[in-house]
């Protein structure tokens, strides 16, 4: 039989583990680049996007004619994607180091 008191207890050391992955996302901080760094964003470990980076080289190479917009466009998508590669495996690393090893399925 389950003890009641046990159980509470457990529920509020989940609430507290929850509360400390979501404080550690949210001050963990990566970056992901395309192009040879034309492209940067900065995105935080809860998958938020912080700050994009366009280099104005990457601006001034759409003059022209025929702009190649979708270039552009190609290399935001590619750095968005790569810093959010790079969240997944902040997310990963805290959640963890907080669990202290514990093999938890979906969450390791």
Not at 62 to 73: A, H, K, N, R, Y
Not at 81 to 105: C, F, H, M, T, Y
Request: hydrophobic share 40%; net charge negative.
């Amino acid at each position: 039989m389950i003890n009641p008191l046990k159980f509470a207890e457990m529920l509020s050391k989940a609430n507290e583990v929850q509360e400390e992955v979501q404080r550690k996302l949210g001050e963990t901080i990566v970056e992901g680049s395309s192009g040879g760094g034309a492209v940067t964003a900065t995105m935080n470990g809860k998958k938020q996007l912080l700050k994009l980076k366009i280099d104005p080289s990457a601006v001034v190479s759409l003059g022209g004619s025929q702009p190649d917009v979708e270039m552009l466009e190609d290399l935001v998508v590619a750095a968005v994607n790569e810093a959010g590669r790079k969240a997944d495996e902040a997310i990963k690393s805290n959640v963890q180091g907080i669990l202290g090893g514990l093999n938890i399925p979906g969450l390791t």
